[in-house]
């Protein structure tokens, strides 16, 4: 009785192996278009153009070394202090032709929330002034500039391209706040950061907002009252859309808060996580190739150069489709919210 035991518990294990190894893979990185992996430079150069809470880091396109590029704001997540967590998406901006500003605003987890603002803001100050200089290596192209920022960094991409006329600084014509946060989990508790106003954002601007549909730590709330607050933004200009989870194949696509943070390389996803909210942080995978990367990709070469417009708004099938899983089954689309 205990051998026929024995094999039929190493039965049900061959079966469970078999049928893991034959689960069906995700959706590899598109060779073409945006967030695709066609890449016009070899190299990222970086450097920190100014410490503290009012500096960051520059960072820029090389082999070959271009002779104008668009300027892209990245604006990091609450007490990510630095780049690294977040390379890969940088590296792939900078690789597709654009330079990127990265404004610290915090260099400690005592900042406080009302400081953030005036320090991105100051960052980004110094950043333009040093792109400006006569002996910059590369002509920053301030016709064409984007913004983009994830969580607390979300909600000050909206803010600075609002303040951008008062800043005299140039229009910023793509914004994407991805998962936008101010600490209050949807009303929750208190908020840290304060919002400011952003009516003053241009009718020109084109605006993206991208929630999580598993985010537990910023939810949706801000991101559709970013959505309504924008009230010169016409709705042809503007959506809101919310990446959501599949776990048809292995590994899953988990839309969870970290999903757009990764360091360069992190293509393998964690085994396992101590809660479900940092399932698959840090991984490369189809939530960013077809979901942010896609998204800003698009956003931009539509403020930019006046294509991949479908791509990036209307909610139409070539903005919400997320790839096909190896088995051929679609990947669980982008819901539209606005």
């Known amino acids: 009785m205990t ?18 190894a034959a689960a069906p893979t995700p959706p590899l990185q598109p060779a073409h278009g945006p967030g695709g992996a ?20 520059i960072f820029t396109p090389a082999i070959p070394l271009p002779k104008s590029a668009p300027v892209i704001v990245f604006c990091h997540g609450w007490g990510a202090l630095d780049p690294h967590g977040y390379r890969a998406w940088i590296d792939h901006l900078v ?16 900042v406080p929330g009302a400081d953030f603002l005036p320090n991105a803001l100051a960052g980004v100050h110094t950043a333009f002034a040093q792109l400006s200089a ?51 989990r949807d009303g929750a508790r208190p908020a840290t950061i304060p919002s400011s106003d952003i009516a003053p954002l241009p009718a020109s601007t084109l605006l993206l907002i991208v929630l999580g549909a598993d985010d537990r730590f910023a939810f ?8 309504d607050a924008a009230v010169a933004v016409p709705a042809r200009n503007k959506n809101v859309l919310e990446l959501r989870t599949d776990r ?29 909210d940092f399932e698959h942080a840090g991984v ?11 998204l800003f990709d698009a956003l931009s070469d539509a403020a930019f150069y006046d294509r991949e417009r479908d791509t990036a708004l209307g ?24």
């Open 38 to 57: 066609e890449y016009a430079h070899a190299r990222v150069d970086a450097r920190e153009f100014a410490p503290g809470a009012q500096g960051g880091w």
């Open 134 to 184: 006569s002996d910059a290596p590369i002509a920053a192209d301030f016709s064409r500039v984007a913004i983009v920022g994830h969580s607390a960094g979300g909600l000050l991409s909206a803010e600075i391209a609002a303040a951008a006329a008062n800043e005299h600084l140039p229009p910023f014509r793509a914004v994407m706040p991805v998962q936008p946060g101010d600490g209050s």
């Open 315 to 338: 909610g139409g099938a070539a903005q919400t489709f997320m790839g096909t899983w190896s088995d051929g089954v679609p990947v669980i689309p982008l819901r539209v919210l606005r």
């Open 3 to 20: 051998l026929r035991r024995s094999v039929f518990a190493l039965l049900l294990l061959l079966a469970a192996s078999a049928t893991h």
């Open 95 to 110: 690789r597709r032709g654009a330079i990127v500003v990265w404004p610290n605003y915090q260099d400690s987890l005592r």
């Open 248 to 276: 048809h194949g292995s590994p899953a696509l988990v839309a969870n808060h970290f999903a757009p943070a990764a360091p360069a390389n992190a293509h393998a996803p964690r085994a396992h996580a101590w809660s479900s």
């Open 220 to 227: 949706e709330q801000l991101g559709l009252h970013l959505y």
């Open 284 to 294: 490369i995978d189809a939530m960013d190739w077809y979901g942010t990367w896609k």
